[in-house]
């Protein structure tokens, strides 16, 4: 069975940093493209990173470009994402995502394992 577990999450000062990282389980972890999206209140879930199954490929939402950075440690079976000068609009709930595919993609429909999410909160 596939899991996706994400950690990292909590509350923050804007412009402070974050690091996330979601462990996976059950799959071989190094052939997945993996993703991060995020969904904040009352809106829909969008794409905010992903990166390839060798970590040479990584694709950025313009929204964070910049700030945030997503990576991977196969050995470890654990995708990362960094991120840095936080806005309160970055306040969201953050989903892990893994792809059975060695492309990364900015699209949710690509994406065939969700984790369960967490919370970032950004205060102003």
């Known amino acids: 069975q596939v899991q996706l577990v994400e950690s990292g999450g909590g509350l923050v000062q804007a412009g402070g940093s974050l690091r996330l990282s979601c462990a996976a389980s059950g799959r071989t972890f190094s052939t997945d493209a993996m993703g991060w999206f995020r969904q904040a209140p009352g809106k829909e879930r969008e794409f905010v990173a992903a990166?390839?199954?060798?970590?040479?490929?990584?694709y950025y939402a313009d929204s964070v470009k910049g700030r945030f950075t997503i990576s991977r440690d196969n050995a470890k079976n654990t995708v990362y994402l960094q991120m840095n000068s936080l806005k309160p609009e970055d306040t969201a709930v953050y989903h892990c995502?893994?792809?059975?595919?060695?492309?990364?993609?900015?699209?949710?429909?690509?994406?065939?394992?969700w984790g369960q999410g967490t919370q970032v909160t950004v205060s102003s």
């Open positions: 990166i390839n199954y060798s970590g040479s490929i990584r």
């Open positions: 995502a893994a792809r059975t595919s060695v492309l990364a993609s900015r699209y949710e429909i690509d994406y065939d394992y």
